[in-house]
């Protein structure tokens, strides 16, 4: 798709079903979607699977999701600071797989670039290891760590043209590039779209290549969100 990506919110939507599989940039509610999250949770979609970083708040970006009940499974690195996750593990509301955060990320990175797998020692002799293939690589025992990829990515930046390059704000970059990759669908939102060949290339992360759709970013700022906690 050569043209311009930029689409309404409600188009995004059709995108979006009960029991599909979302991945969502962000750390701590920094670089989530507000205005697709914020639709997401209006439509009443649920029984999510859901990939990303945490958690996130119990009140902010894609901690909603979760507070609402509105997922089944995450798949993850913490989810401590949102205590509503983990009353809903504990209640077996919600089922949560761990990993930690390096692995995590090259497990999405792995899905993008269609790698069928990374190999890690992390977790080996403890409960990590169960149900995985073991693999030995000079000598040394390893794990095969199967990638993982989405129906659908939803993504936050800071700029883009109608191509779909991104540039991210600071921190707010995260994991934002790599679930841009991962993503059967990848939909950015925006804070401004630009005209193609404003961007400075050298600032372009995420090349248009990775972006099916955007949307325009009516949603509450992360770094509202950010000084409210």
Not at 144 to 159: D, H
Request: glycine share 12%; aromatic share 8%.
């Amino acid at each position: 798709m050569l043209g311009n990506k930029l689409i309404t919110i409600e188009q995004a939507m059709k995108y979006f079903h009960d029991d599909m599989t979302l991945m969502y940039g962000g750390f701590g509610g920094v670089g989530n979607p507000p205005t697709l999250i914020d639709e997401i949770l209006q439509k009443g979609i649920k029984d999510i699977t859901l990939i990303g970083n945490d958690a996130g708040f119990p009140d902010v970006g894609i901690g909603r999701l979760v507070t609402a009940e509105r997922v089944k499974k995450m798949y993850t690195t913490h989810i401590g600071s949102n205590p509503n996750a983990g009353t809903l593990m504990q209640l077996g509301k919600m089922d949560v797989e761990f990993f930690p955060q390096g692995i995590f990320a090259e497990k999405i990175r792995a899905g993008g670039t269609g790698i069928a797998g990374i190999l890690t020692d992390v977790g080996m002799g403890t409960i990590v290891q169960e149900g995985k293939r073991i693999i030995e690589v000079d000598g040394k025992q390893c794990m095969m760590e199967k990638p993982l990829t989405a129906e659908v990515s939803i993504v936050y930046a800071l700029k883009s043209d109608p191509f779909g390059n991104l540039i991210f704000d600071k921190s707010a970059r995260n994991f934002n590039p790599l679930v841009a990759m991962a993503g059967d669908i990848t939909i950015a939102e925006v804070e401004e779209i630009v005209e193609l060949g404003e961007l400075d290339p050298e600032a372009i992360v995420t090349s248009g290549v990775f972006v099916d759709y955007l949307v325009k970013s009516q949603g509450v700022s992360w770094q509202w969100a950010w000084e409210q906690k």
